[in-house]
């Protein structure tokens, strides 16, 4: 009998820790969460749709991992205050230099053949980056009972940070983003001990997981607003002689309306500044 | 009153729309007051706006402030009108008569 095609068969380990079921439904919810806590922060930060989803997640030897990422990326190790757990925040070098592309104000660029090394002020915002994902991340911890996150370690390989032992086995998460011409990716690991830590889920909310995911992903669908800020009649006649320079009066200082699906969402104050237009949400419209 | 005269003098809606944002549902809902959405402006160029009537595209404009007064300068026609959108239609004249 040939061997040649058949799979590859590997040795249980006896002294593989398990992770129970609804404990892994638990952490793979809370992750779910994250990415979409991490969304909506790089639109509050950068104005742009950047998604973020928790594509994969597995449980491995660390080894494996540090085979899988081998490449330089930004990362930082800890420890839960709470919990007798560690971890680690991978971003993967490609997205630290779209990030850091976005902090400059610019556009993400793609990725590069070759590995350009970071001037001292993206190195900084590139930390600034890793330690805004870390506090997303740890306020999501705390929610779920983990509590605070405290960074201990921070570096560009895994394998030199001393947070687990090659042998140690690790859940991981593998975040994927998309959106704002932004590359890359996340990995979140954790030692299995935190798996006992989560409270688990009760069977109820166990079935409506799926439901909540789906929810999640809904709720971060873009939807297209347009600012609008004024409106006015004017004759047939009127609107026929005008020429490009001529100037005339906007009705409104400084306010503006949101508007989706030709509907008045909202009431705006408008600032504009040199280098971007601040839209102060006022009051809801309730049609 | 000649035909021309009467149509010149109707009257049409013009908006002057600042930006187009895409931005998730769920944001969207939690908008409350005193949020405030940044939008990235070019430095040292005036905002551009576009003014639209009923809706579709007609002209390119820039935003300026004179004395707390927010004026707008057209800076160009748009002759092509914007992409796709229009609804089929066909016009049967004194149709009453026809039934």
């Not at chain 1, 660390?62 to 919990?83: D, K, M, N, P, T």
């Not at chain 1, 993206?122 to 306020?139: K, V």
């Not at chain 2, 940044?38 to 551009?48: G, L, T």
């Amino acid at each position: 009998m040939s061997t040649d095609n058949s799979e590859k068969i590997e040795k249980y380990d006896l002294w593989r820790p398990v992770v129970r079921p609804e404990r892994r439904d638990t952490l793979e919810s809370l992750h779910q969460s994250v990415g979409l806590s991490w969304s909506q922060s790089f639109l509050e930060n950068f104005g742009r749709t950047i998604t973020v989803v928790c594509g994969t997640s597995s449980f491995e030897p660390f080894q494996r991992l540090c085979e899988a990422e081998h490449e330089s990326a930004e990362i930082a190790g800890f420890v839960f205050e709470r919990a007798q757990a560690s971890g680690l925040l991978l971003v993967s070098r490609q997205l630290i230099h779209n990030l850091v592309d976005l902090h400059l104000g610019g556009e993400a660029r793609p990725a590069e053949k070759e590995a350009t090394p970071l001037t001292p002020l993206e190195t900084g915002l590139a930390r600034e980056a890793s330690t805004a994902l870390l506090d997303t991340l740890s306020q999501s911890y705390m929610a779920n009972g983990l509590g605070q996150l405290r960074v201990n370690v921070r570096g560009n390989h895994l394998p030199d940070l001393g947070v687990f032992d090659l042998e140690d086995y690790v859940v991981s998460f593998r975040y994927t983003l998309s959106g704002a011409g932004v590359a890359g990716y996340i990995v979140v690991a954790l030692s299995t001990t935190v798996a006992n830590a989560v409270a688990s889920l009760a069977a109820p909310a166990r079935a409506s997981a799926q439901q909540k995911r789906l929810r999640s992903q809904v709720a971060m669908l873009p939807v297209a607003t347009e600012i609008l800020l004024g409106t006015w009649a004017v004759p047939i006649h009127e609107l026929t002689e005008l020429r490009p320079g001529d100037t005339f009066a906007l009705p409104g200082a400084d306010e503006g309306v949101l508007m989706t699906g030709g509907g008045r969402l909202m009431s705006l104050k408008i600032d504009f500044e040199p280098r971007l237009v601040k839209l102060w949400a006022q009051r809801r419209f309730k049609e | 009153m000649q035909k021309t005269q009467l149509v010149s003098g109707l009257r049409v809606t013009i908006s002057a729309v600042l930006c187009r944002l895409k931005i998730p549902a769920a944001l969207l809902g939690d908008l409350s007051e005193n949020d405030c959405i940044e939008v990235a402006q070019p430095p040292d160029v005036a905002p551009e706006i576009e003014l639209k009537v009923n809706g579709k595209l007609f002209a390119r404009a820039t935003l300026l402030e004179q004395e707390g007064t927010r004026l707008v300068r057209i800076t160009e026609l748009v002759s092509k009108p914007a992409q796709g959108g229009f609804q089929k239609w066909r016009l049967v004249k004194n149709a009453m008569q026809q039934v």
